[in-house]
């Protein structure tokens, strides 16, 4: 691949967020093309911008990840989408069943991130 994988974070907590675009952006793999607080925000984003990977966490305020899920897959067809959050297995079931890609607890290494989004991107070309 040698352009840069052209991601979207969706978390409600914005030092989180600076976080994974620090740790994506410093990979020097990945550009940030938009961060987005909610649901509804990341199906606009994706839509407009059409990422490569979206991170998306699911315990957000206003439309859910899970909810927001299935309209982010038809506003972005193209792209991956690798749920980042804190639940546990029956989530981590649930959002393979609606359309996620991958999913990363979080808690752990930010650079395992990075590794899932590079992995889900070179999935994308292939």
Do not use: F, N, W
Request: glycine share 8%; net charge negative.
């Amino acid at each position: 691949m040698s352009s840069l994988i052209r991601a979207l974070i969706v978390d409600d907590e914005a030092e989180l967020r600076e976080l994974l675009r620090l740790y994506l952006e410093a990979s020097g793999r990945c550009e940030v093309v938009g961060e987005a607080t909610d649901g509804h925000h990341a199906i606009r984003l994706a839509r407009a911008l059409q990422p490569d990977v979206v991170i998306l966490d699911i315990k957000m305020p206003g439309l859910s990840g899970l909810d927001a899920l299935a309209d982010i897959r038809r506003a972005a067809a193209d792209a991956r989408i690798l749920v980042y959050s804190s639940g546990g297995p029956a989530e981590h079931d649930e959002a393979l069943q609606r359309g996620a890609h991958a999913y990363r607890r979080k808690g752990g290494p930010l650079r395992q991130v990075v590794q899932d989004v590079t992995s889900l991107a070179e999935r994308l070309s292939k």
